[in-house]
């Protein structure tokens, strides 16, 4: 069975900078973020397929995040730049070990193995 282990949050100013970083054990096919607020229903941010260079992002993080893997460490980062305060939330990484043809990268369904979260606080 998958292990995920995220590390790397913390608390930031607005326009400062954060790495997340997700040491994944067993076979992956594909590989995304997430975050969640309180209140809200947790939502895509970045994905990639393992054995692919093709990223994705939704909208509101293009530009800022960068999704990144590491197969030698066997870890997914998540690299990210000039915050802002809506960027606070509770940051999952996700993977799915199998192929999910035609499921969306952002699809909560897609991704078996879920990591415990870790917290981004970024203040104005």
């Known amino acids: 069975e998958e292990q995920l282990r995220e590390s790397g949050g913390g608390s930031v100013q607005a326009g400062g900078s954060l790495t997340l970083s997700c040491v994944v054990s067993?076979?992956?096919?594909?590989m995304g973020w997430f975050r969640q607020t309180p209140g809200k229903e947790r939502e895509a941010v970045a994905a990639?397929?393992?054995?692919?260079?093709?990223?994705y992002y939704v909208d509101s993080v293009k530009g800022r995040f960068t999704i990144s893997q590491d197969g030698s460490k066997n870890t997914l980062y998540l690299r990210m730049n000039s915050l802002k305060p809506e960027d606070t939330a509770l940051y999952y990484c996700?993977?799915?070990?199998?192929?999910?043809?035609?499921?969306?990268?952002?699809?909560?369904?897609?991704?078996?193995?879920w990591g415990q979260g870790t917290q981004v606080t970024v203040s104005s």
């Open positions: 996700a993977v799915a070990s199998e192929p999910r043809i035609g499921m969306s990268m952002f699809a909560e369904q897609r991704y078996k193995y």
């Open positions: 067993g076979v992956t096919h594909s």
């Open positions: 990639m397929f393992t054995n692919g260079t093709t990223t």
